[in-house]
């Protein structure tokens, strides 16, 4: 992703909310596009026509685009160049800054948006370096420019919000993946960002975020190939020319980095309550079995309590040199075992009470069986 920060100018970052509206970009922007496309240039030389139609594309440019790039972007460079602000103000600027790029760089590959573009595309194939009219070319440079900025984007994202991301772990850089292009079919459309979308857009939005698509995605190749395809929606609707393309990349763009943020906000929510926890409990064996007691209690786990519970182990383990081999064996708890290991404690308990209250709560919601847990914890603790 470009490195030079963008205008502050919120208004300017929006301008492209009407497609008509002619865009207005800064030298350094012009610049940034510029480098980062040739580099891509340079890269796509190294394509086969397999590695298109097959969606290896994508595997490749992943490392391509991270490799480098996560050793710089680090939470410390962050820090560093944008002195003294919040993660949310960073945030805000890192989504309008890759809006804009790909609004530009989409305006400048507009003229490889035509039908002859598709048969170029389809034509492609055997292992030989990739050879393309200079359309054809621009079009797979477009792909790998939009794609390239959105993982970064969300890598951005995630060590903004200091949620732990390790390239070289095949689930991690899979969870990163997921996030940047918006795997969970639908989240964007449900969350209602759509209504921001200008009317003319709109059909083009709908179509690259198709819910039903994105829910048939299981690996890296077949991403690619839907990112190809999803590319090619671009061609497909009539009279596309430099504003539409520009629109499109814009909100495309933006809508990732929002679900992004969104994301990666909630992670941090979570993985600061599960600190907050540890960091307060006297009791810290225990607190893993109420945990997981709480978690349990209405036999469904949401995806926030599960990674609540994965981070107070690591954390109790790392803080409290606490380990619970027993816990980690369970299937079905035992509330009797566990209500027995709570009366064998003497002294105060609140630590317990309040982090069921907020493993409970972690979710957005109390059920029943979970205030049950929690109102048992409280009765027990009071007999002292």
Not at 36 to 48: F, I, Q
Not at 139 to 147: E, K, P, Y
Not at 175 to 195: M, N, P, Q, Y
């Amino acid at each position: 992703m470009p490195q030079h920060p963008e205008s502050d100018s919120e208004s300017q970052a929006d301008a492209v909310d009407d497609p008509k509206l002619p865009r207005e970009f800064t030298d350094i922007e012009r610049a940034e596009v510029e480098e980062e496309t040739e580099d891509l240039r340079e890269w796509v030389k190294g394509l086969t026509g397999d590695d298109l139609k097959s969606g290896n594309w994508f595997s490749k440019l992943i490392a391509h685009a991270l490799e480098t790039y996560t050793k710089t972007a680090t939470y410390e460079w962050f820090q560093e160049k944008y002195e003294g602000a919040p993660a949310d103000v960073i945030v805000d600027q890192r989504i309008k800054m890759a809006a804009r790029y790909a609004a530009l760089e989409g305006a400048a590959s507009a003229a490889a948006y035509s039908a002859a573009v598709v048969a170029t595309i389809g034509s492609a194939g055997g292992a030989s370096p990739l050879t393309l009219p200079a359309a054809g070319v621009t079009f797979v440079i477009d792909l790998a420019f939009t794609t390239q900025l959105q993982i970064r984007l969300a890598h951005d994202l995630a060590v903004l919000y200091r949620v732990p991301i390790d390239i070289n772990d095949p689930d991690d850089l899979w969870d990163l993946v997921k996030v940047a292009f918006s795997i969970k079919g639908g989240e964007l459309l449900r969350e209602g960002a759509l209504k921001a979308v200008p009317v003319v857009i709109r059909p083009a939005i709908k179509k690259i975020f198709s819910g039903a698509t994105l829910a048939a995605v299981q690996s890296i190749p077949v991403l690619g190939t839907y990112l190809l395809q999803r590319n090619l929606i671009k061609i497909g609707i009539p009279l596309v020319g430099i504003p539409l393309a520009t629109a499109l990349n814009f909100w495309t763009t933006r809508m990732a980095g929002r679900h992004a943020r969104q994301v990666y906000r909630n992670q941090a929510r979570v993985i600061e309550a599960a600190e907050r926890i540890a960091d307060r409990t006297a009791h810290p064996q225990l607190l893993l079995w109420i945990a997981w007691l709480v978690v349990q209690a209405d036999e469904k786990i949401a995806d926030d309590e599960a990674l609540l519970f994965r981070q107070l182990t690591r954390l109790v383990k790392e803080r409290h040199e606490v380990t619970d081999d027993q816990l980690a064996r369970v299937i079905d708890v035992d509330e009797d075992e566990v209500w027995a290991r709570v009366d064998a404690e003497t002294g105060d308990l609140s630590d317990l009470v309040k982090a069921a209250e907020l493993i409970a709560n972690i979710d957005g919601s109390v059920t029943a069986a979970e205030q049950a847990v929690i109102d048992e914890l409280e009765e027990r603790g009071s007999r002292d």
